[in-house]
């Protein structure tokens, strides 16, 4: 199975921005429904962006033209680049992996789709 690492995390100033990075070993990111998800202590993890095999993104309303999921393959990484961000972007994201073999890979698949996960990594806005 695939194992996550999340990096790119950090204290960001509103407006700002970041790039978020999900390295994958153990197996190809080719094979997964690839998503970001973050979570705030009390509240339940919210899906951020998924992206599937062919390259088609899904993003949340809260995000959408603000964010950018993206993939590369051959390097079996998973970014999100997070532009004009704002306080309530602030929680620990956390990336994820969903056995894929076609169909949907959207967010209203909710975080208990998705197979595998990072240890995530924390973005602050102030």
């Known amino acids: 199975h695939v194992q996550l690492v999340e990096s790119g995390g950090g204290s960001v100033q509103v407006g700002g921005s970041l790039r978020l990075s999900c390295v994958a070993s153990?197996?190809?990111?080719?094979?997964?429904?690839m998503g970001w998800f973050r979570q705030i202590p009390d509240k339940e993890r919210e899906g951020v962006a998924s992206?599937?095999?062919?390259?088609?993104?899904f993003y949340s309303d809260s995000v959408k033209g603000r964010f950018t999921i993206s993939r590369d393959n051959a390097e079996n990484t998973l970014y999100l680049q997070m532009n004009s961000l704002k306080p309530e972007d602030t929680a620990m994201y956390y990336c994820?992996?969903?056995?894929?073999?076609?169909?949907?890979?959207?967010?209203?698949?909710?975080?208990?789709?998705?197979?595998?996960w990072g240890q995530g990594t924390q973005v602050t806005v102030s």
């Open positions: 992206i599937d095999s062919d390259g088609n993104t």
């Open positions: 153990g197996d190809t990111i080719g094979r997964y429904c």
């Open positions: 994820a992996a969903k056995y894929y073999r076609g169909g949907y890979c959207g967010l209203n698949l909710g975080p208990a789709a998705f197979d595998y």
